[in-house]
């Protein structure tokens, strides 16, 4: 069974850069058919899908964070990361990375909450 | 404002049938399979319901799915109290290039 855990500072000062780390368990990612996703919520709103990656780099992103967002795997070490450019408060959201195939996504770490504050 | 549309609430009591309601658009229900999750407080969404109407494992079949057109809806019946948290809608939306989430419905049960 798959298990996901995200990782990184909880709090992030404004214009500076958010870098999560997504590690995997029970699967590896470089066994393929798999995407691996970031996906975040702010407090009593929807989930907010960000991205996706597949083991060999290709990169997926939601258009209107499109210049702030990069994605990135290592199969070597079963992760995969965010990283979220010139953060504002609006980027204050619980972060979740999550395993799907094709327009399913199947499984979600946990999530950590990140606070973008001075 | 979400792409989809849900009502923010339903409730039930022990035992009732409660159906929440899903309305998207072209690129996302109209094109795409319906996937459904559940949220309880603190914890990160489960998936309930994919391509529609399929349960994933452990899910019972109290729990069903549908989808007609560009509208979509989960319906529970014999509801329990465990039943109680948010529910999401999720299809993929082909103009985003990713999933899209509806606002969710807090389902509570009286």
């Known amino acids: 069974q798959v298990q996901l855990q995200e990782w990184g500072p909880r709090l992030v000062r404004p214009s500076e850069t958010l870098s999560l780390t997504c590690s995997v368990s029970g699967v590896a990612i470089s066994s393929g058919g798999h995407h691996w996703s970031w996906i975040r919520q702010h407090p009593g709103k929807g989930p907010e899908w960000l991205g996706y990656?597949?083991?060999?780099?290709?990169?997926f992103y939601r258009p209107s964070l499109k210049s702030r967002i990069t994605m990135s795997v290592d199969t070597s070490k079963n992760q995969f990361s965010l990283r979220l450019s010139s953060v504002i408060a609006a980027d204050t959201a619980v972060y979740f990375c999550?395993?799907?195939?094709?327009?399913?996504?199947?499984?979600w770490g946990q999530g950590t909450l990140v606070t973008v504050s001075s | 404002q979400s792409a989809l549309s849900q009502p923010p609430s339903a409730s039930g009591t022990p035992g009732q049938r409660v159906t929440i309601s899903c309305s998207g658009s072209g690129p996302n229900i109209g094109t795409n399979t319906v996937n459904w999750y559940q949220q309880l407080p603190g914890t990160a969404p489960k998936l309930l319901m994919y391509?529609?109407?399929q349960r994933t494992s452990g899910v019972p079949d109290r729990f069903s799915g549908s989808k007609s057109g560009t509208s979509a809806s989960l319906a529970i019946s014999g509801l329990q109290s465990e039943d109680e948290a948010i529910y999401y809608c999720?299809?993929?939306?082909?103009?985003?290039?990713?999933?899209?989430f509806g606002g969710g419905t807090k389902l509570t049960v009286l």
């Open positions: 391509r529609n109407d």
């Open positions: 999720a299809p993929w939306d082909d103009s985003l290039n990713g999933l899209v």
């Open positions: 990656i597949y083991d060999n780099g290709s990169a």
């Open positions: 999550a395993r799907g195939r094709g327009t399913v996504v199947d499984s």
